[in-house]
């Protein structure tokens, strides 16, 4: 059985209400969170983009969860990269050895994890072509559905794809790695006529003065990216793009869900008056100049800037040292009173968001609700 490259089209009502979301990454209960939050109903559509399995710790169970919601005739589970892998490696014989190199070696929590713990299974003791057949005798029904999702649906104004198309005018021939693994399509050209809505690449990565996980809503290039980046960046959340279409016109705007708890300030402060440049991936790359208790001073490799940065994000790795998260020097002002969600807290200081941007704040000065 080979991966399915099927693009599905849907016969839409003249008026709907669209819910689409992307990258869940094993987040079930976070899922959950928010399909309650934007209040999906029967009347409505899910459409499901990808990648919600892998790297996240309830593989299994999202996996269970988003088959029983696939039954329904007003959801659409879409494959992503993940889904594609997951079932490429155990349906594909030729695949017997990358599969156990999979499993020794990846950085991240997988679907196999769950179920060679559940089965039992020593994988140092076995061949991948066993492992296969196991897998194959217990989980059939899982990985074949994982291998049959179709990869785009095709709607009157929209395309959803999980990570992206190709930039030639007939869209429908892009391969089946652009349709799954297409790499920062919103710095590409979108020839289709249509608005494109992909996963994928975390929509905050295409943003250089804001940590700002939110969807990228582009009505110019026609292109919406809504990967929150959950359970692969530290600062994340799982987004909802809601397209509503009343009489020809629509209205499309973001939801999310995070993780984040709810601090009350106590006594205000004074922040930073300019936001500046982030760093992110791949350009994290940092000199320590000098070690300080909290913030170390540090020299940016791809500019050369000097910056503080917060010491417990700073992470040393085969090539020198680096930021192991999207990173500001940025310090919020806050007031007495208001509400703020708090990432984490390193030391003496919390990282936190207020109105849709993150920064650091003295612990001592807000209080957890």
Request: proline share 1%; aromatic share 12%.
């Amino acid at each position: 059985m080979g991966l399915n490259s099927t693009i599905m089209s849907l016969k839409e009502e003249k008026s709907f209400r669209l819910i689409s979301v992307s990258d869940i990454h094993g987040g079930l209960y976070l899922f959950k969170r928010l399909i309650e939050k934007v209040e999906f109903k029967r009347s409505d559509y899910l459409v499901i983009i990808g990648d919600f399995i892998e790297k996240g710790r309830f593989n299994k169970e999202t996996l269970s969860y988003i088959r029983e919601l696939s039954k329904k005739d007003n959801v659409i589970v879409l494959a992503g990269n993940c889904e594609a892998f997951v079932a490429s490696l155990v349906l594909e014989k030729y695949n017997s050895q990358k599969l156990i190199r999979y499993i020794k070696y990846k950085t991240h929590k997988s679907i196999f994890d769950e179920w060679i713990k559940e089965l039992n299974i020593n994988i140092y003791e076995i061949s991948g072509k066993y492992l296969q057949n196991i897998l194959l005798t217990n989980y059939k029904d899982d990985i074949e559905f994982l291998g049959s999702l179709p990869v785009a649906l095709e709607l009157e104004d929209f395309i959803f794809v999980h990570a992206g198309i190709s930039e030639k005018m007939y869209w429908k021939k892009s391969s089946l790695k652009t349709f799954l693994y297409c790499e920062q399509f919103y710095k590409k050209d979108n020839k289709s006529g249509k608005t494109v809505v992909v996963g994928h690449w975390p929509a905050s990565n295409y943003k250089d003065y804001t940590i700002n996980c939110d969807s990228i809503i582009d009505t110019e290039k026609k292109i919406i990216c809504i990967d929150g980046g959950y359970n692969v960046k530290k600062i994340a959340q799982i987004n909802a793009l809601i397209i509503e279409k009343t009489n020809q016109i629509y209205n499309i705007y973001n939801e999310s869900a995070d993780e984040f708890d709810k601090y009350i300030v106590k006594e205000g402060s004074f922040g930073t008056k300019e936001i500046p440049q982030k760093i992110r991936w791949p350009n994290n790359k940092i000199e320590i100049i000098k070690r300080r208790k909290e913030f170390s001073v540090c020299k940016r490799v791809d500019t050369g800037e000097l910056i503080n940065i917060k010491n417990e994000v700073i992470e040393l790795g085969s090539e020198g040292y680096y930021c192991n998260q999207d990173y500001q020097e940025y310090y919020l002002t806050t007031y007495r009173g208001q509400v703020i969600d708090v990432v984490n807290i390193y030391g003496n200081y919390a990282l936190a968001r207020l109105d849709g941007e993150y920064g650091w704040i003295k612990k001592d000065l807000i209080e957890k609700l």
